[in-house]
């Protein structure tokens, strides 16, 4: 397993409708293992896989937080949400492409997937709590939403310019480091 650069927001590829997965293949279960090894390594407990630069309809997460139960990742390709509930959730969310920025958001509280398995097979599962709102979450990335997205213009713009000076400062230490 190779671990992958995250993407850090704004990169116009985190904003970018994916391409569905086409055939589960050597290539898309490698992914799949990079990707999770990414996640895990981050620590996060989801990531899409616009989020490390391959614009496919493909996210991998796993909500075990407790260290004493064992890890359950999960791989998706090409999710669809066949239904939410009405009731909702409002969960602090973070992402891996927008460090350290934290804020509510709210989503169904319940919702229904129906996703590609690495085996081939059509999957369906109904997720609650944090497992819904990391699939909701994951699922936006592929259609080119953040959680920032859900906030106001300020906050979404005060977060971005944020992200603009980390990128800066990220980019200033690699040249510094290059120099050495």
Known sequence: MTL????????????KHCAPVVTVDDEIRKLADDMLATMYEAPGVGLAAPQVGVLKRLFVMDC???????????????PEVTWTSEETNVYEE?????PDQYAEVTRPREVRMRWLGLDGQIHE???DGLWATCAQHENDHL??????????PLKRQMITRKMEKLKRERARAAKDQSIL
């Open 64 to 78: 075990v937080k407790d260290k004493a139960t064992a890890p359950a990742p999960m791989v998706m390709l090409n």
């Open 143 to 152: 259609d080119g939403k953040l959680f920032i997205d859900y906030l106001g």
């Open 4 to 15: 992958r650069p995250i993407l850090i927001h704004p990169d116009p590829r985190l904003k």
């Open 125 to 127: 599962e109904q997720f």
């Open 94 to 98: 973070g992402c891996l492409s927008i």
